[in-house]
């Protein structure tokens, strides 16, 4: 099995590391791959471009054989559907049906996406909720138990999965940095230097 963990990562953060790595701990997912996103609903920054955040991503996940990531989005250089990446997979691996890796707040948006419902037939979903986030449900996807994933080869499908990951976000990092504030380990040590020298060196709040 495979899961598809795609985000904007901007900037990369001990989150997006233990996320990925909980896919595999947790849902027991033979790989995970990151896909690094140029985001079609969402406003980027500008703190670091693409080629940077992919360079980010390959160096904190450096030595997990089990995780890739992939400039499936990036090299298109224009923001990208994630519906466009679930077909490019299919593509690869005609196959296989991946778990599409996403938190409450993007599994609450989900119909709100480019071309939904089409996604129901390309993928099945695991959610990752933060402590104190209510899960909604959506029709047509079937909620399953995590335990019984593996039963489970054929689209439509969604867990809810629990797990003990930082609280920390993106959105927290910018803010921190534009307040002069210490990150307090929230970015991993092979790219910490770079993060900051990017993001604690300007305004990096998005309007």
């Known amino acids: 099995m495979i899961g598809i963990f795609g985000g904007s990562f901007d900037p990369p953060h ?21 896909v690094p996103a140029v985001p079609v609903h969402r406003l980027l920054s500008g703190c670091a471009d693409a080629d940077m955040r992919m360079r980010w991503m ?10 890739r990531v992939l400039d499936w989005e990036i ?17 690869h691996m005609p196959d296989t049906i991946p778990w599409l890796i996403l938190g409450a707040d993007a599994w609450a948006g989900l119909p709100a996406w480019r071309e939904y419902p089409a ?29 019984q994933i593996r039963a489970y080869t054929t689209p439509g499908h969604v867990a809810f999965v629990e797990a003990d990951l930082p609280e920390v976000s993106a959105s927290g990092i910018r803010e921190a940095c534009s307040q002069g504030l ?26």
């Open 182 to 207: 210490h990150l307090n380990g929230m970015i991993p040590d092979a790219i910490e230097a770079e993060v900051r020298q990017q993001y604690c060196t300007r305004d990096t709040r998005v309007v």
């Open 119 to 147: 996604h129901l037939g390309l993928c099945n979903i695991a959610v990752f909720a933060r402590r104190g986030v209510e899960l909604v449900s959506l029709p047509d996807w079937q909620p399953i138990d995590v335990d």
């Open 75 to 91: 090299r298109r250089a224009r923001p990208t559907a994630s519906i466009e990446t679930l077909r490019e997979f299919r593509l």
């Open 58 to 67: 390959q160096a904190m996940f450096e030595g997990d054989e089990q995780i």
């Open 14 to 34: 001990s989150g997006h590391q233990a996320l990925a790595r909980a896919g595999l701990a947790v849902m027991h997912l033979d790989q995970v791959w990151v």
